[in-house]
């Protein structure tokens, strides 16, 4: 099998703002994409209290005039989805350069509409084309693409496991951490060469952290600090507060796009990329200790 390229809750989506027909609500529910994001919506987010994929996509889409005056951009992302990720195929193609040796995509790439920015689930992944970052860069779809599909192949090669935030102790929460920053410290990592040929790394915040030496040093040191909070007192219990320190991984800091995606550079240039994508294989924590073993923090 190989990578399919599904335009169809996008496609449909410029039907149902052109028209206001809601039968085409009905279509985007029935459509694979739209179970990919239900299922990654209740499992990672619960708040958007959705009973079923036609609440989805209702929640998506309306009210219609908000969403009709992003139809050009729209339309000109779609053509360019088309053109530049599904007709090369280089997404899969540089995302496959950052996996094990060997693996191949069996699951599909959805291009939808205001759902995130991207999101990976299983086997497939997600790429919302409605995004306010694709409109001022065209480019950042494609690199995007890449960080997504590389979500789905990590995802994958796990056996489609993925931790749950159902959990009690700190030395879960580290489990956690080691499994996230392995994932988006891959997936960041993943398009640094294609931006770098292109001249894009100043295109994105997580990419201009990379290359800022004094920055990069505090939000590793910062990164360690959060970790060895959980890691080095596995038995005690969660509290709130926890829960905070965490935030300022991911929303607040992004440490684990960024530290992860330094580690990954560092591993890659120290031990080699089959070094760095065999790591997949193995438990994350592996991901860490490695970088570790460079005398780092």
């Not at 509409?113 to 950042?140: R, T």
């Amino acid at each position: 099998m190989s990578l399919n390229y599904d335009f169809t809750f996008v496609d449909f989506a410029i039907k149902f703002l052109e028209t206001g027909d809601a039968e085409y609500l009905g279509k985007i529910s029935e459509s694979k994409a739209a179970g990919h994001i239900f299922s990654h919506a209740q499992r990672f987010n619960p708040s958007m209290l959705l009973d079923s994929p036609m609440e989805l996509a209702t929640n998506l889409l309306t009210p219609v005039d908000k969403h009709r005056e992003k139809l050009p951009q729209v339309i000109r992302n779609i053509d360019y989805a088309k053109k530049h990720i599904a007709s090369t195929g280089i997404a899969e193609k540089i995302a496959l350069q950052c996996l094990p040796k060997g693996f191949a995509f069996s699951g599909s790439i959805f291009f939808t509409f205001g759902y995130d920015i991207g999101v990976a689930y299983g086997e497939n992944c997600s790429l919302n084309l409605a995004h306010p970052i694709f409109s001022e860069n065209m480019d950042e779809m494609k690199y995007y693409a890449i960080h997504e599909l590389h979500h789905a192949g990590f995802i994958a090669v796990k056996n489609g496991y993925m931790p749950s935030f159902e959990i009690s102790t700190r030395r879960e929460m580290a489990y956690i951490i080691e499994y996230l920053t392995h994932l988006e410290g891959m997936g960041t990592y993943a398009p640094f060469g294609i931006r770098e040929h292109e001249n894009a790394l100043n295109s994105d915040g997580d990419y201009i952290a990379l290359q800022n030496l004094s920055q990069l040093d505090g939000l590793t040191d910062e990164y360690f600090e959060i970790y060895k909070y959980f890691a080095d007192n596995p038995s005690e219990a969660l509290i709130e507060a926890d829960w905070q320190k965490v935030e300022i991984l991911s929303d607040a800091k992004r440490l684990w796009y960024i530290v992860g995606a330094h580690m990954a550079k560092t591993i890659d240039q120290r031990l080699g990329r089959e070094k760095l994508t065999d790591l997949i294989c193995e438990p994350s924590i592996n991901f860490i200790a490695t970088y570790l073993g460079f005398g780092k923090n």
